[in-house]
């Protein structure tokens, strides 16, 4: 089992950039696929980006393309999201999930492949 907590979230302007992080604690972290969602007020959570356990596929939403990066590191149990150029649509609160198949190269990108869950950050962009 792992444990995922999320930081990095809170306030930014609309063209800023924040950097959110995921820990992992647990099972070694690099046996995990993980992947991030987000969850506006009043909707339903929705597919960011997702990395392979091998880190070797990526995939994100076409809503961010271009503007998030995923990435992980190994050595600290961590994945990132790297967000630039928010705009106020991109308020919601961030999940991060792991899924704990066997697979190396296999990115999930739905809610219900998903085994494990973080509480959430809050990102909050104002125009």
């Known amino acids: 089992q792992v444990q995922l907590v999320e930081s990095g979230g809170g306030l930014a302007q609309a063209g800023g950039s924040l950097r959110l992080s995921c820990a992992a604690s647990?099972?070694?972290?690099?046996?995990?696929?993980m992947g991030w969602f987000r969850q506006a007020p009043g909707k339903e959570r929705e597919f960011v980006a997702a990395i392979s356990k091998s880190g070797s596929n990526i995939h994100y939403a076409d809503s961010v393309k271009g503007r998030f990066t995923i990435s992980g590191d190994n050595a600290k149990s961590t994945v990132y999201l790297q967000m630039n150029s928010l705009k106020p649509e991109d308020t919601a609160d961030y999940y991060c999930?792991?899924?704990?198949?066997?697979?190396?190269?296999?990115?999930?990108?739905?809610?219900?492949?998903?085994?494990?869950w973080g509480q959430g950050t809050q990102v909050t962009v104002s125009s």
């Open positions: 999930a792991a899924h704990s198949g066997p697979y190396s190269d296999t990115i999930y990108r739905t809610l219900r492949e998903y085994d494990y």
């Open positions: 647990g099972r070694t972290f690099s046996g995990y696929a």
